[in-house]
C-alpha cells in the first residue's frame, strides 16, 4: 500500500500563492508517477498536474500552465505544488494521488490517492 498526506492548503485572496505539499509512504515502485487534481464544490474531479518522479518531467493542465509549478523532493518522498496568482476559479479541495508507471493525466489511472486539502481563493 501507498499512502499519501496532502497539507498545505488555506484561504488566500486572489492573486495570492500558496504551495501544497504531498508525502508519500509504504510500498514503493521503480517507476511512478504523482499528481495532483481538484474538485470544486458541484464539479467533477479534474486533472491539474503530474510528474514523473524520475524524471521530475511535469505536465500541466491548461488551466493553471504559467501559474502552478509542480516539483519532487526524492529524500524527502514529497512532492510540491506552488500555486502563484490565485484566482477565484482554483477555489477546490485538493488532491494528491499516485500511480505505478508513467505520467497520466486521467484520475481512473491512479490507485492511490490522499484525503485532500481545501483551497479557497477569495476575491
Known amino acids: 500500500q501507498v499512502q499519501l498526506v496532502e497539507s498545505g492548503g488555506g484561504l488566500v485572496q486572489a492573486g495570492g500563492s500558496l504551495r501544497l505539499s504531498c508525502i508519500t509512504s509504504?510500498?514503493?515502485?521503480?517507476?511512478?508517477?504523482m499528481g495532483w487534481f481538484r474538485q470544486a464544490p458541484g464539479k467533477e474531479r479534474e486533472f491539474v498536474s503530474v510528474?514523473?518522479?524520475?524524471?521530475?518531467?511535469?505536465i500541466y493542465a491548461a488551466s493553471v500552465k504559467g501559474r502552478f509549478t509542480l516539483s519532487r523532493d526524492k529524500a524527502k518522498n514529497t512532492v510540491y505544488l506552488e500555486m502563484n496568482n490565485l484566482e477565484p476559479e482554483d477555489t477546490a479541495v485538493y488532491y494528491c494521488?499516485?500511480?505505478?508507471?508513467?505520467?497520466?493525466?486521467?484520475?481512473?489511472?491512479?490507485?492511490?490517492w490522499g484525503q485532500g486539502t481545501q483551497v479557497t481563493v477569495s476575491s
Open positions: 509504504g510500498r514503493t515502485f521503480s517507476r511512478y508517477a
Open positions: 494521488a499516485a500511480r505505478e508507471g508513467g505520467s497520466r493525466t486521467t484520475l481512473y489511472d491512479y490507485n492511490y
Open positions: 510528474i514523473n518522479w524520475t524524471t521530475a518531467y511535469a
